[in-house]
């Protein structure tokens, strides 16, 4: 099946630093990236929805200067945490979507990102 | 490799019981966890288990035996809105999730 990685796997850092977060589609184009927030035992929280070539859509409550998304290419979305904060230690997973031409898209997902910062 | 089976559709009547069943191979154990997804929607969580067991929360349980690599996701007294996709993921001693493709369920009524 299509396989979604995530770089970082794990990364701590020092509160007022930015981090760096990439998600690639290693075998197929994704035209569409979601990015997810989950804590312990909950569900995903969704975040952005990020399409090749055009501006990212954020959640209401999700701060677009604080988690900037780029999806530059068909096989790589950024998440990059600017100015990290201590209650921005979380886990964060990015998911891809291959178009089928079916009604309902296939979704696969990362492995996940474990931000802890200091 | 690490990798995690889950059939890839399955049908079932409004009322009756269905078992979607999961397999994994990972380096390491921390547990494994079922998520509901409808279409165009995030993931909800459903269970997480790291012990061998049974654990039923409502309509629905979840069942782990871990010297089997082997869970399943029990759903009784279907409703149509249980229609959806359930995924399997298994998190390893890394603490990375290791997903299924997701198992459709279709309920008909």
């Known amino acids: 099946g299509a396989v979604v990685s995530q770089h970082p796997s794990w990364v701590i850092c020092k509160s007022g630093t930015s981090v760096k977060i990439e998600c690639r589609s290693l075998?197929?184009?994704?035209?569409?990236m979601f990015w997810y927030r989950q804590f312990p035992k909950q569900s995903l929280m969704l975040m952005a929805t990020s399409n090749e070539g055009s501006k990212a859509t954020y959640e209401q409550g999700v701060e677009k200067d604080k988690f900037l998304i780029n999806h530059a290419s068909l096989t790589l979305s950024t998440l990059t945490v600017t100015s990290a904060h201590p209650e921005d230690s979380s886990f964060y997973i990015c998911?891809?979507?291959?178009?089928?031409?079916?009604?309902?898209?296939?979704?696969?997902f990362g492995p996940g990102t474990r931000l802890t910062v200091l | 490799g690490q990798n995690i089976d889950q059939p890839t559709e399955m049908t079932a009547t409004e009322g009756a019981i269905v078992q979607i069943n999961c397999t994994y191979q990972?380096?390491?154990?921390?547990?494994l966890f079922w998520y509901q997804q409808h279409a165009g929607e995030a993931p909800t969580f459903l269970s997480y288990n790291v012990l061998d067991g049974l654990e039923e929360k409502g309509r629905f349980s979840s069942f782990l035996s871990r010297s089997k690599g082997y869970s399943y996701l029990l759903l009784k007294e279907l409703q149509m809105k249980d229609s959806a996709s359930y995924l399997c993921?298994?998190?390893?001693?890394?603490?990375?999730?290791?997903w299924g493709a997701g198992t459709k369920l279709i309920i008909k009524p």
């Open positions: 998911s891809a979507r291959e178009p089928s031409g079916r009604d309902t898209d296939t979704q696969y």
């Open positions: 075998d197929f184009q994704a035209t569409t």
């Open positions: 993921a298994a998190m390893d001693s890394n603490y990375q999730l290791i």
């Open positions: 990972t380096s390491g154990f921390n547990g």
